[in-house]
């Protein structure tokens, strides 16, 4: 057999639909032909079958332009053909009967194609439904297995109640069974802190953004408790829950917290030390002061100021609990109304694009604020110049979000910039390696990319860029729904 017959039957599948409208339409048009007589009478005889037929050619091709399966093709049209044979048998049913009463009334031939068009219309309309039907179906059974397979716990709350619960959610809890927490209240499940933590930040949060993710205390069935990373998303009128039980991951933190602690005590006291033995030896030996002594103190004062920056980015992560949405506007002015205060001899400007753009991760207002910061305390100028501008781009037909802080200072070392790029654990000589690093954990954990570069003039550009099909965006809608 040829290729072309092989193929034959799956491109028959593919169009039986508009196969089955041309069967239609080639039926009224030879019953006009072989039946003759006035036109408008003909027309209205198989207006209908012509409709029919148009509208199966019709879905027929839109079907193959929007790449449907051959299955559902071939559902649609069978249901107009077997709908079609039906509508045929109970209009001559009908015919039959008619003639038994009053003999010459009816008019089988019409009868017999009014039934075939109806019949056929009414069919392909339940093939439609049910091919649509069985899709949404075998979309909601693989959702439904994927979250109940999920590792994290799942569940929806609707009236303050849990309506649907996964069983990782209702394991996390120390339930057996899912359908022991459905129809529970929520409340139950957190402890009293958490329900003021919920109260006074995360239901204002909902109503504003829709979305609120952070950490909350659970608390179980047997009333033992537990830290856990909450994800709460208004859907409708109910809401969404992702809860995922992090305590190994707090007892981590909290041991490399108290290392951090204890390190950076123990170093700064050290450092404390060393700098009285330096200033000792330079009242004791002043000709030692500039060729030995002062390279001490800044190496000292050096140090000093990258665990000063250590800390600061400490602060900045822990302070990343919490996540909701801001208009990149709002974002730039307060990047730029915090920087103008901060740095009152520094030249801060801004150029935003005020309408048209997504609500972004707030988080990207920390990132900004380092990469202005930055620009600001290395610049060599007195009196640096700083732009903050956010606006969207369009590029391969995907809509872009791009923040951008340009300078006029010495620039960003390339192997500075490079290390970070390339995510490369390399020494952090200055604390503006570490300003950079935390720019870029940011950008990435909020789905974002960033880039270098010159300007023409001296300076350096730094852009954050989000694609709006992947950025972390939200739009508010509906009532808010406790977590």
């Not at 109503?207 to 408790?225: C, I, K, M, Q, V």
């Not at 190496?299 to 000063?308: G, H, K, R, V």
């Not at 991760?361 to 380092?370: C, H, K, N, P, Y």
């Not at 060599?380 to 956010?390: H, L």
Request: no cysteine; net charge negative.
């Amino acid at each position: 057999m040829s290729v072309a017959g092989r193929r034959l039957p799956s491109i028959v599948r593919q169009n039986a639909v508009a196969l089955v409208g041309v069967l239609f339409l080639a039926v009224a048009v030879s019953y006009a032909l072989g039946r003759g007589g006035d036109l408008s009478q003909l027309l209205l005889e198989v207006l209908f079958m012509l409709v029919v037929g148009v509208a199966l050619v019709w879905d027929g091709v839109r079907g193959r332009l929007a790449d449907s399966s051959p299955r559902r093709s071939t559902l649609v049209a069978a249901g107009a053909l077997v709908g079609a044979a039906i509508g045929a048998l109970i209009a001559g049913w009908a015919v039959l009967l008619a003639e038994m009463r009053m003999p010459q009334a009816a008019a089988p031939l019409q009868m017999g194609l009014l039934g075939w068009s109806i019949g056929g219309g009414v069919g392909a309309v339940i093939g439609h439904n049910y091919t649509s039907l069985v899709a949404k179906h075998r979309q909601t059974v693989r959702l439904s297995r994927a979250i109940d397979s999920s590792m994290d716990g799942v569940a929806i709350i609707e009236d303050g109640d849990h309506v649907y619960v996964n069983d990782a959610y209702a394991e996390l809890y120390g339930f057996h069974d899912p359908v022991q927490l459905e129809g529970e209240p929520w409340h139950q499940l957190y402890t009293n802190d958490a329900l003021g933590t919920i109260e006074r930040e995360i239901i204002p949060a909902l109503s504003e953004h829709s979305f609120w993710r952070g950490r909350l205390t659970g608390r179980r069935a047997d009333g033992t408790t537990f830290p856990k990373e909450v994800t709460s998303s208004t859907v409708g009128s109910g809401n969404v829950l992702v809860v995922r039980d992090v305590s190994v991951q707090r007892q981590r933190e909290q041991r490399i917290q108290v290392l951090n602690r204890v390190l950076r005590h123990n170093l700064r006291n050290t450092f404390t030390v060393i700098q009285g033995h330096a200033n000792l030896l330079a009242d004791q030996a002043p000709s030692l002061e500039a060729s030995h002594v002062e390279p001490i103190r800044e190496e000292i004062d050096d140090l000093l100021a990258t665990a000063d920056k250590a800390r600061g980015v400490e602060r900045t992560i822990d302070r990343h609990g919490e996540v909701y949405a801001v208009a990149p506007s709002e974002a730039v002015r307060s990047v730029v109304d915090r920087a103008t205060a901060a740095y009152p001899d520094a030249s801060i400007r801004s150029h935003v694009q005020e309408s048209g753009l997504p609500d972004v991760d707030s988080r990207v207002t920390d990132a900004l604020d380092e990469l202005v910061d930055n620009a600001i305390e290395h610049a060599t100028d007195p009196e640096p110049t700083v732009e903050v501008a956010v606006s969207s781009t369009a590029v391969d037909e995907h809509s872009r979000v791009e923040f951008t802080v340009t300078d006029d200072g010495p620039g960003i070392p390339e192997s500075d910039r490079q290390a970070v790029l390339d995510g490369e654990e390399t020494p952090l000589a200055h604390s503006s390696g570490l300003g950079l690093w935390l720019v870029n954990w940011i950008v990435h954990s909020t789905g974002g990319s960033l880039s270098f570069d010159e300007p023409y003039g001296g300076g350096t550009a730094v852009t954050i860029t989000y694609r709006e099909d992947d950025n972390v965006a939200f739009e508010p809608r509906g009532e808010a729904v406790p977590a």
